[in-house]
T-cell receptor, first 114, second 117 residues
Framework: GNSVTQMEGPVTLSEEAFLTINCTYT??????LFWYVQYPGEGLQLLLK?????DKGSNKGFEATYRKETTSFHLEKGSVQVSDSAVYFC?????????????FGKGTKLSVIP | GAVVSQHPSWVICKSGTSVKIECRSL??????MFWYRQFPKQSLMLMAT?????????EQGVEKDKFLINHASLTLSTLTVTSAHPEDSSFYIC?????????????FGSGTRLTVV
């Protein structure tokens, strides 16, 4: 079956620090990969996505590259801000398996301190 | 962009009562809706998948008689927690999928915090 493993948090960084949140996956087909962000008390928002190997998703200074050889989709940001404090979820969709379900990682809580 | 409106955002109910959560797609027709449950500090657990006009498909371990899902129209799906108990307290999130839009088709509601006392 499909699964997503992401680094456990919480992660606490100072403002302007470099962020990396690791994510690896297993899938039966050729999945699309996503990063979602959840701010306190809210639902999920799509942060970025990649649909095929070597694609790079980017948004709001965040980046992630679809690495098929290492089955990874690590999230990075060069300089985090306090407003980036949230929970980040890595996810995959394997429509080739006949379903459009999203499989989520457990989430990584990021706290950015001034 | 596609928006899913989820209501209520929070609800407190007494044990034994039922609670209905609604998700509406505001500017598109959602052929497929997913319902998730999120425990504190944990990931989203898929509860069920519903397609308009047909019965929902429940994930293993989810009681379909307790968590009633109705997807009677292309713009509305509801989750009813029947005879709620304190262990049902959780954060419930719906997600709509618009077929034909590929990976852009997932849109999430803002979630409902259910507290059963």
């Amino acid at each position: 079956g499909n699964s997503v493993t992401q680094m456990e948090g919480p992660v606490t960084l100072s403002e302007e620090a470099f962020l990396t949140i690791n994510c690896t996956y297993t899938a039966t087909g050729y999945p699309s990969l996503f990063w979602y962000v959840q701010y306190p008390g809210e639902g999920l928002q799509l942060l970025l996505k990649a649909t095929k190997a070597d694609d790079k998703g980017s948004n709001k200074g965040f980046e992630a590259t679809y690495r098929k050889e290492t089955t990874s989709f690590h999230l990075e940001k060069g300089s985090v801000q306090v407003s980036d404090s949230a929970v980040y979820f890595c996810a995959l969709s394997d429509s080739g398996a006949g379903s459009y379900q999203l499989t989520f990682g457990k989430g990584t809580k990021l706290s950015v301190i001034p | 962009g596609a928006v899913v409106s989820q209501h209520p955002s929070w609800v407190i109910c007494k044990s034994g009562t039922s609670v209905k959560i609604e998700c509406r797609s505001l500017d598109f027709q959602a052929t497929t809706m997913f319902w998730y449950r999120q425990f504190p500090k944990q990931s989203l657990m898929l509860m069920a998948t519903s397609n308009e006009g047909s019965k929902a498909t429940y994930e293993q371990g989810v009681e379909k008689d307790k968590f009633l899902i109705n997807h009677a129209s292309l713009t509305l799906s509801t989750l009813t927690v029947t005879s709620a108990h304190p262990e049902d307290s959780s954060f419930y999130i719906c997600s709509a999928f618009l077929s034909g839009t590929g990976v852009n088709g997932y849109t999430f509601g803002s979630g409902t915090r259910l507290t059963v006392v």
